[in-house]
């Protein structure tokens, strides 16, 4: 499993990349505390996951990249916001094994519910 802080910036990505239906970012009005427990736990998972794929594709992975800029990268690339693992801030094989990898668990977006909190679906 991946720690909090990789956690919370896939979550402030994610906050700031999308925005709602006046034009304005996610993170201008929610929080990481507005993010609705079950949407919490399974983007855990699929960032764990992904982490995991990639350490076994890149051996040592951790050793050349931080865990917050694959997990930032993770959400921009998954969702296809112009910038991510392919951009030039990784070694260009890195950066298409993590793009491939990254293509393979689809787009999500969050949501705000009736009640308030943030769903991711």
Do not use: C
Request: net charge negative; hydrophobic share 40%; no cysteine.
């Amino acid at each position: 499993m991946v720690s909090q802080s990789v956690l919370n910036a896939y979550f402030e990505t994610a906050l700031w990349s999308t925005h709602d239906e006046t034009g304005t970012a996610l993170d201008a009005r929610y929080s990481r505390d507005e993010i609705a427990n079950e949407s919490v736990a399974y983007q855990h998972k699929q960032v764990s996951q992904f982490v995991e794929l990639a350490e076994n594709s890149i051996p040592g992975l951790l050793d050349f990249y931080l865990a917050d800029w694959i997990a930032h990268d993770f959400w921009l690339t998954r969702n296809g916001h112009g910038a991510g693992f392919w951009d030039g801030d990784y070694k260009k094989e890195h950066g298409e094994i993590l793009t491939r990898l990254a293509k393979t668990f689809g787009e999500i977006s969050p949501i705000v519910g009736v009640d308030g909190q943030l769903y991711f679906i």
